[in-house]
């Protein structure tokens, strides 16, 4: 099977993930699609509300996703919690991939990713073995051109070939942040993540306070 790897915070879900993980799966012609929520131990990325919380909003939405299937009638998208139970310097993506290649070790995985990613990606935990081990599909973001971010990198123009560009046309500019910051002022981001989603976030009290 071809399997992507889509890490993010979560925080919470929209439908801006949803669509994105359906697109390119259907565009690059994958078999199944990883949810892996990062862990609140990471140093370089605060969480606005608990592992919990987002891993139970995360299951939510995938629920409301069960009618997509694969071409084995399999669901199209599932949750690893690798990298919420890996202890604290274990959470790289190369450790999150290596995790995943053992339990899938006959398919073929790709980590899914913004091309706004790209700036930084050699400056990654075991940046060299993740980016000549493993393969990509790049989004292109808006301001980020993704060949010539690739080519400016000795490490990425070296391994291009694991690098598969995806054009714009998929980006619904729903962000979390955004509504995090209608819940907190007030507003009504209904229509942005399902439905199940905002119920939890009203009935546990989530993002009213920004943590800092």
């Known amino acids: 099977m071809r399997i992507g790897i889509y890490g993010s ?10 669509f994105t993980a359906a ?3 259907h565009r690059r012609r994958l078999d199944k699609v990883i949810f892996v929520p990062c862990s609140s131990k990471r140093h370089d990325k605060k969480m606005q509300t608990e592992d919990v919380h987002r891993l139970h909003m995360l299951k939510l939405a995938l629920a409301t996703c069960e009618h997509k299937t694969n071409q084995f009638g399999q669901p199209l998208f599932e949750i690893s919690t690798v990298e919420m139970d890996a202890l604290p310097g274990e959470t790289y993506t190369y450790d999150t991939m290596v995790h995943l290649q053992k339990k899938y070790p006959n398919d073929e995985l790709f980590f899914i990713m913004g091309s706004d990613l790209l700036v930084g990606l050699s ?7 993740l980016v000549s081990q493993f393969q990509f599909i790049v989004m292109s973001r808006e301001g980020y051109p993704t ?6 990198d000795a ?5 291009d070939e694991h690098f598969l560009i995806m054009s714009k046309g998929i980006n619904m500019g729903i962000s979390s942040t955004y509504i995090r910051d209608e819940i907190r002022k007030g507003g009504d981001p209904s229509f942005l993540l ?10 546990q009290g989530i993002y009213r306070e920004q943590r800092v």
Do not use: M, Q
């Open 9 to 18: 915070s979560f925080d919470p879900i929209t439908y801006s993930h949803l």
């Open 23 to 25: 697109t390119v799966a």
């Open 123 to 129: 400056n990654w935990g075991n940046a060299e073995k």
């Open 147 to 152: 060949a010539d971010l690739i080519a400016e």
């Open 155 to 159: 490490l990425l123009r070296n391994h």
């Open 194 to 203: 399902p439905d199940a989603c905002l119920a939890y976030i009203y009935e």
